[in-house]
Nanobody
Framework: QVRVVESGGGLVQAGGSLRLSCLAS????????MGWYRQAPGKQRELVAV????????????NYADSVKGRFTISRDNAKNTMYLQMTSLKPEDTAVYYC?????????????????WGQGTQVTVSS
């Protein structure tokens, strides 16, 4: 079983900053992708940013939604199976529940298998 827990959400004024964390734990063999998604009331869940493993030097490649480029930065601590989302210049439209998604390979009784796990989400509210 792989457990994913987000933290760091809260209430912030427009223009402010927040840092979200996502910790993956359990019988993890490897992680190839970690991503942040968000869902605002009445809207579909959307991708915010993703970091994909690969590249010894680069530490992985990243992708961002156009709406957050230049304001949000995704990063990962491989040794701790932890991902971060540094959010700056926050806007009211960034208000949503932010979810962490982790995809990789986990150990099972007789080998390994793919997993794709979600956290419960953390609320981010940006006031105008």
């Amino acid at each position: 079983q792989v457990r994913v827990v987000e933290s760091g959400g809260g209430l912030v004024q427009a223009g402010g900053s927040l840092r979200l964390s996502c910790l993956a734990s359990g019988s993890i063999f490897s992680i190839d992708r970690m991503g942040w998604y968000r869902q605002a009331p009445g809207k579909q869940r959307e991708l915010v940013a993703v970091i994909i493993s690969g590249g010894i030097i680069s530490g992985g490649s990243t992708n961002y939604a156009d709406s957050v480029k230049g304001r949000f930065t995704i990063s990962r601590d491989n040794a701790k199976n932890t991902m971060y989302l540094q959010m700056t210049s926050l806007k009211p439209e960034d208000t949503a529940v932010y979810y962490c998604n982790v995809h990789g390979i986990r150990r099972v009784a007789f080998g390994v298998e793919n997993f794709d796990s979600w956290g419960q989400g953390t609320q981010v509210t940006v006031s105008s």
